[in-house]
């Protein structure tokens, strides 16, 4: 009997040293974090910062979680995404099948997640009277054609702003006579604010939440309605117009999770895409992917 409970001892020891060191590998193999708690970084569209800044500050007062953005312009966001800089990332557009073959290749399949629509704004300078911009003009100025508009200011020859209207007019890249560009959204105001007849391309979140630094700038710019072949009129960047997508600049936003694991990617992408995520981008002043639930209290 004393040797049947030695044998019993020793089976249970052997049984729990298995069971700790499948846990452990386990949660090697998850990585420094969980859903909910640890360290990560994301990389962002330079022109997305004021929502995802937004998003993370709330996101870490809830959890016992540290997330580093890294804003940079969309190409360069792309190729560092790719040589794995980061894990996460967070852009106006989905990954293209090129992109996504990089990370396939990777045994990783990227877990794309839509949260908020955003829009391009278009600005010119308070002391033009003109508050209305054409598409067409736009798309003539882009091709080198005629066109009334003096010059046009962006953040960055590789961001997502030149990318899309780089779609929209069908060309591979801008001209180099009337194009001007700088590192961030905010130059690209204060540039306007400060040269009459020149069309800003802006992050409508960088108008609708300032920094305190380029409020003084907002207040000298014109946020002008555009129309399109698709509009019936010209329509401003309002929150409803963008919702709607009634705006021809409105574009999607995405978080796009490459860990190949259970950690704060998959976590902080559940968070924006949930109740309090979409009700940050609701307050924000862009358009939720879905519009958050309103609980009613009755008071007798």
Same mark, same amino acid.
């Given at each position: 009997? $004393?040797?049947?409970?030695?044998?019993?001892?020793?089976?249970?020891?052997?049984?729990?040293?298995?069971?700790?060191?499948?846990?452990?590998?386990?949660?090697?193999?998850?990585?420094?974090?969980?859903?909910?708690?640890?360290?990560?970084?994301?990389?962002?569209?330079?022109?997305?910062?004021?929502?995802?800044?937004?998003?993370?500050?709330?996101?870490?007062?809830?959890?016992? @979680?540290?997330? $580093?953005?890294?804003?940079?312009?969309?190409?360069?966001?792309?190729?560092?995404?790719?040589?794995?800089?980061?894990?996460?990332?967070?852009?106006?557009?989905?990954?293209?099948? $090129?992109?996504?073959?990089?990370?396939?290749?990777?045994?990783?399949?990227?877990?794309?997640?839509?949260?908020?629509?955003?829009?391009?704004?278009?600005?010119?300078?308070?002391?033009?009277?003109?508050?209305?911009?054409?598409?067409?003009?736009?798309?003539?100025?882009?091709?080198?054609?005629?066109?009334?508009?003096?010059?046009? +200011?962006?953040?960055?020859?590789?961001?997502?702003?030149?990318?899309?209207?780089?779609?929209?007019?069908? +060309?591979?890249?801008?001209?180099e006579k009337g194009m001007y560009s700088f590192n961030t959204n905010e130059e690209v105001v204060k540039y306007v604010s400060e040269n009459e007849g020149m069309i800003g391309v802006v992050g409508i979140n960088?108008?609708?939440?300032?920094?305190?630094?380029?409020?003084?700038?907002?207040?000298?710019?014109?946020?002008?309605? +555009?129309?399109?072949?698709?509009?019936?009129?010209?329509?401003?960047?309002?929150?409803?117009?963008? @919702?709607?997508?009634?705006?021809?600049? @409105?574009?999607?936003?995405?978080?796009?999770?490459?860990?190949?694991?259970?950690?704060?990617?998959?976590?902080?992408?559940?968070?924006?895409?949930g109740e309090i995520g979409q009700r940050i981008v609701l307050t924000s002043g862009l358009a939720p992917m879905r519009e958050p639930s309103h609980n009613i209290r009755i008071k007798n």
């Open positions: 009997m $004393k040797y049947f409970f030695k044998y019993i001892s020793i089976l249970v020891l052997v049984v729990i040293a298995f069971i700790y060191s499948c846990n452990k590998k386990a949660k090697d193999n998850q990585g420094p974090e969980t859903i909910i708690s640890g360290k990560t970084a994301i990389l962002v569209d330079e022109s997305l910062l004021p929502i995802v800044e937004d998003q993370v500050a709330v996101f870490e007062n809830q959890y016992d @979680a540290k997330i $580093k953005l890294l804003p940079e312009s969309e190409k360069q966001l792309v190729m560092d995404f790719s040589k794995d800089k980061a894990k996460i990332a967070i852009l106006s557009r989905e990954l293209n099948a $090129k992109e996504v073959a990089v990370f396939k290749q990777k045994k990783i399949v990227p877990r794309t997640t839509a949260f908020a629509i955003d829009a391009l704004a278009l600005i010119n300078n308070k002391k033009s009277n003109d508050t209305l911009i054409d598409v067409d003009e736009l798309i003539k100025f882009i091709k080198g054609d005629k066109s009334d508009i003096k010059g046009l +200011v962006f953040d960055n020859p590789n961001s997502s702003s030149v990318r899309y209207l780089c779609e929209i007019a069908k +060309v591979s890249s801008l001209p960088w108008l609708f939440q300032p920094s305190l630094g380029s409020k003084q700038y907002i207040e000298k710019v014109n946020i002008l309605s +555009v129309k399109s072949s698709t509009t019936s009129g010209f329509v401003y960047p309002s929150q409803e117009n963008i @919702a709607t997508r009634k705006y021809p600049l @409105a574009r999607v936003l995405y978080i796009i999770n490459c860990q190949g694991y259970e950690g704060l990617g998959m976590g902080f992408a559940s968070f924006i895409a």
